[in-house]
């Protein structure tokens, strides 16, 4: 038996098509893009001891600009060690006091630099597996919407 597509559904599959072929034809030095750089990439030195039953947690800060002519929005990041990893913002509550709170995206605007530092955004390396030592380099990746994954030495200090 055959059954008649509905008028209205083909049209939206040929406007689909019509999208996705664009889409394909859309060269990537014509489109604007982020450009991101990565400077004083940074991560404070924490002391894991195997007899302390508590949680150390250290933070990673960095400066990003963004060279290119799109916006970009860092969204997560991993660091191998930590159980847990996640962006922060400081925050002043009304008692004056800094909190930190999770950041569920931050805007890199284009050619604009974002400064993660200390008392300010940051990403916060939660439950250490093992100590970091100053003048030693790690790992970190962070994630970004447009630039993907973006793996960066980083200087514990
Ligand atoms: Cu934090």
Known sequence: MNI?????????????LIVFTGLLGCRPET?????????????????????????V????????????KAPDRLIGATFEGARRVEVH????????????????SIVIPAGAEVRLEP??????????????????????TLLFENSGARSLVAKVQ
């Open 4 to 16: 008649p597509v509905p008028r209205r559904r083909r049209n939206r599959t040929a406007i689909a």
């Open 119 to 140: 008392g300010g955004l940051h990403v916060m390396l939660m439950g250490l597996e093992r100590s970091l030592v100053s003048g030693e380099e790690v790992e970190l």
């Open 89 to 104: 913002e400081t925050r002043i509550d009304d008692d004056g006091l800094a909190m930190m709170q999770a950041a569920e």
């Open 57 to 68: 947690n250290s933070a990673a800060y960095l400066i990003i600009r963004n060279l290119g």
């Open 31 to 55: 489109a604007p893009a982020p450009d991101l750089r990565f400077d004083q990439v940074r991560v404070r030195q924490a002391t894991v001891s195997g007899t302390a039953n508590r949680t």
